[in-house]
């Protein structure tokens, strides 16, 4: 079946360091792949999507390419904020397998000042 | 757009208790998903509807665990009798998928459940 691994946390860095939160994935067909976020005491909210090998997605600085040959979707970002902290999950979803998004364990960031 | 409507943000109840969560999903989104979220099992799926009709329940723990959704704008997941195990948040989203051609989710803020 379909499944989603991502590096485990907590991850902490510096204001303006370099991010790389690694993703892989296993699927039978050709699935959309996400980043969500979700920041203290909110629900999950979508960062970027890729919905093909070789899509880049981007938003707020952060982009993750779709690797079909390594079958992963790493997240990175140049610089980060204070204000990037937050759970951020891998996820993939195959209508093959129905509408259901399969989600990642979730990658804790802390930024610190 | 209102988004995703959740009721309540926080339940505290005692264990035997019967808890009644809602959700309000999008105007015009036709999948609904009930998640549970903890420390030790993460994001996990429980039920999810289409147009109103239950497609998937397996992600539901036990037969202590029941959802219903009789209009396109209103779900409960009802949990009877609670046990101190099944604090956590829970977490309602919607699709449309006749707009949505990747699935994108759109979740609601969440209720804390706590089970003393």
């Known amino acids: 079946g379909n499944s989603v691994t991502q590096m485990e946390g907590p991850v902490t860095l510096s204001e303006e360091a370099f991010l790389t939160i690694n993703c892989t994935y296993t699927?039978?067909?050709?699935?959309?792949l996400f980043w969500y976020v979700q920041y203290p005491g909110e629900g999950l909210q979508l960062l970027l999507k890729?919905?093909?090998?070789?899509d880049k997605g981007s938003n707020k600085g952060f982009e993750a390419t779709y690797r079909k040959e390594t079958t992963s979707f790493h997240l990175e970002k140049g610089s980060v904020q204070v204000s990037d902290s937050a759970v951020y999950f891998c996820?993939?979803?195959?209508?093959?397998?129905?509408?259901?998004?399969?989600f990642g364990a979730g990658t804790r960031l802390f930024v610190k000042a | 757009d209102a988004g995703v409507i959740q009721s309540p943000r926080h339940e505290v109840t005692e264990m035997g208790q019967e808890v009644t969560l809602r959700c309000k999903p999008i105007?015009?989104?036709?999948?609904l998903f009930w998640y549970r979220q903890t420390m030790m099992r993460g994001l996990e799926l429980l039920i999810y509807?289409?147009?109103?009709?239950?497609?998937?329940d397996s992600g539901m723990p036990e037969d202590r665990f029941s959802a219903k959704m009789p209009n396109a704008s209103f779900s409960t997941l009802k949990i009877q009798p609670s046990e101190p195990r099944d604090s956590a948040v829970y977490f309602c989203?919607?699709?449309?998928?006749?707009?949505?051609?990747?699935?994108?989710?759109?979740f609601g803020p969440g209720t804390r459940l706590t089970v003393l």
């Open positions: 996820a993939l979803s195959d209508r093959t397998g129905g509408f259901k998004t399969i």
């Open positions: 699927a039978t067909g050709y699935p959309s």
């Open positions: 890729a919905t093909k090998a070789d």
């Open positions: 105007s015009g989104h036709d999948y």
């Open positions: 509807f289409n147009n109103n009709v239950p497609i998937d």
């Open positions: 989203a919607s699709i449309n998928q006749a707009v949505s051609s990747y699935n994108e989710q759109f």
